[in-house]
C-alpha cells in the first residue's frame, strides 16, 4: 500500500526558505503515469495546490506561488521536495503531500500524507 | 485569476440527500475540468471521494457520487450519515498542469 510521509522542520523564521521532504513508500516515484504534488492548509482555511513534479523532473506550479516555489525530485531516495522562499506568517499552514495522477483523461491526487504544520515565527 | 467556487456550507439530517456544487467564477464547468471531490475531517488528511466527475475512488461507498449539473460540477451524498459530517473540497483542472481547489464546503449533519 502507498505510503506518503512529509518531514520538515516545523518552526522557519520569517524571510527564509521553508524545505520539506515527502517519503514515498509501497510504490515507486518513477511512475509513468504519476506526478508528486504538495498542498497546503492554513489553520482553519482551505486547501491550496502549491505545485507537483514527475519523476523527470517535470514540473508545474501554482502561479500565485511560482515565483518563490521550487519542487524537485530524488529517484534514488524514492523523495520528493518543496523549497518555498522568502516565507511570512502567511505561509504558516500544514503542508501535505499527495501522488497526483495527471494524464489525458483526468488530474486528481489519489493518496496523501498525513501533513505538517510549518509555523513561521522568528 | 479563475475562482473555483463552493456554498460555505450546508445541513442535511440523518438519512437525507445533499447535493453540494463546484463552478467557476467565469465560464461553465464541463468534464473536460476533470472535476474531482476530497472529504476532510478535521486534523486529517483529505481523504479522495470522486475523480473525473463521476468514478468514486476506491473504498468509497455509493452513496457518493458526482456528476455536471447545469455548468458545475456536483457531489451529491443520498442517505447522509452522521459520519458524513466532514468538509468537502472540490478540484478543478485548468489545463497546462494547473490544478484549483474550491473553497470548500462545511456539512452538518443534523
Redesign the interface.
Known amino acids: 500500500q502507498l505510503q506518503l510521509q512529509e518531514s520538515g522542520p516545523g518552526l522557519v523564521k520569517p524571510s527564509e526558505t521553508l524545505s520539506l521532504t515527502c517519503s514515498v513508500s509501497g510504490g515507486s516515484i518513477s511512475s509513468s503515469i504519476h506526478y508528486w ?1 504538495w ?1 497546503r492548509q492554513p489553520p482553519g482555511k ?4 502549491i505545485g ?1 513534479i514527475r519523476h523527470t523532473g517535470n514540473t ?1 506550479y ?3 506561488l511560482k515565483s518563490r516555489v521550487t519542487v524537485s525530485v530524488d529517484t534514488s531516495k524514492n523523495q520528493f521536495s518543496l523549497k518555498l522562499s522568502s516565507v511570512t506568517a502567511a505561509d504558516r499552514a500544514v503542508y ?1 503531500c499527495a501522488r ?3 494524464e489525458a ?11 505538517i504544520l510549518v509555523t513561521v515565527s522568528s | ?1 479563475t475562482v473555483v467556487t463552493q456554498e460555505p456550507s450546508f445541513s442535511v439530517s440523518p438519512g437525507g440527500t445533499v447535493t453540494f456544487t463546484c463552478g467557476l467564477s467565469s465560464g461553465s464547468v464541463s468534464s473536460d475540468f ?1 472535476p ?1 471531490w ?1 472529504q ?1 475531517t478535521p486534523g486529517q ?4 471521494l470522486i ?2 466527475t463521476k468514478t468514486r ?1 476506491s473504498g468509497v461507498p455509493d452513496r457518493f457520487s458526482g456528476s455536471i449539473l447545469g455548468n458545475k460540477a456536483a457531489l451529491t451524498i443520498t442517505g447522509a450519515q452522521a459520519d458524513d459530517e466532514s468538509d468537502y ?1 472540490c ?1 478543478l ?1 485548468m489545463g ?9 464546503t462545511k456539512l452538518t449533519v443534523l
Open positions: 504534488g498542498i482551505g486547501l491550496e495546490w507537483s508545474f501554482n502561479p500565485s501535505y497526483h495522477l495527471m483523461t483526468t488530474s486528481h491526487f489519489d493518496s496523501w500524507g498525513q501533513g | 485569476q476533470y474531482s476530497y476532510q488528511a483529505p481523504r479522495t475523480y473525473s475512488s473540497y478540484v483542472y497546462s498542469g494547473i490544478s484549483v481547489f474550491g473553497g470548500g
